[in-house]
């Protein structure tokens, strides 16, 4: 049973737009939540992340969301480049002492120039 | 900027051999993880250790095994590679502290075994 959904497998956005990647998730015992970019072949790089107890977390052109009730973050890229041309993981993880990840699926962002 | 180390970065061998895949990082991190990633799919954790001399089944079950006598050194051991071990294995740690469960990966061993 996965607990980290990443519903939508890959997502095209024009240069300049804002790209929003989504990510449920089912385990009420998660308090951390991280966004991770992967190029092909290299392993993740942290990207950004996110405390329950916030609902909001911002780093330049990067802007995570948290809806607890909805069990529910989404990642907002704005505006997007080529670069951001990736597959982004969202992985939650619970309390300190519990830091073990899980992932969702990812889903593969391609920037259109 | 994390400073973690994967070797080899991709290898090919045949069904039977013994490999061992190398990961070490030089940030004294006391927690290192290792997953397992098809293409397509979540990374899926195998391993894990939280200091020397202590090891961790992950999730995941894995006919692989791990060992940690040093701190900076998680590698870990197929001892007959099968065709159904083909993946991507990717290595991470950790420093764990409160409010930081940032985990640093490496850039990965691609394994494939004919």
């Known amino acids: 049973d996965q607990q980290v959904k990443q519903n939508s497998p890959s997502l095209s956005v024009q240069e300049g737009r804002i790209s929003i990647l989504n990510c449920d998730y089912t385990?009420?015992?998660?308090?951390?939540f991280l966004w991770y970019k992967k190029y092909p072949a290299e392993g993740p790089t942290f990207l950004i992340s996110?405390?329950?107890?916030?609902d909001k977390n911002e780093d330049g052109r990067f802007t995570v969301f948290l809806n607890k009730s909805a069990k529910h973050l989404s990642l907002h890229i704005v505006p997007s480049q080529p670069g951001d041309s990736a597959v982004y993981f969202c992985?939650?993880?619970?309390?300190?002492?519990?830091?073990?990840?899980?992932f969702g699926t990812g889903t593969r962002l391609t920037i259109i120039p | 900027e994390a400073d973690i180390y994967q070797t080899p970065r991709y290898l090919v061998i045949g069904t039977g051999k013994k490999i061992t895949l190398e990961c070490s990082q030089t940030?004294?991190?006391?927690?290192m993880y290792w997953y397992q990633q098809d293409p397509g799919m979540e990374l899926h954790l195998i391993h894990y250790s939280y200091g020397v001399n202590s090891t961790e089944k992950g999730d995941l079950s894995s006919e692989s095994t791990v060992s940690r006598i040093r701190t900076e050194h998680f590698p870990l051991t197929l001892e007959s590679a099968r065709p159904s071990h083909t993946s991507q294995y990717l290595c991470?740690?950790?420093?764990?502290?409160?409010?930081?469960?940032?985990?640093?990966f490496g850039a990965g061993t691609r394994l494939s075994v004919l």
């Open positions: 996110i405390s329950s107890i916030k």
């Open positions: 385990n009420s015992m998660f308090d951390y």
């Open positions: 991470a740690s950790t420093d764990g502290r409160a409010g930081g469960n940032i985990q640093y």
């Open positions: 992985a939650a993880s619970g309390n300190f002492g519990n830091e073990k990840l899980t």
């Open positions: 940030m004294g991190h006391d927690k």
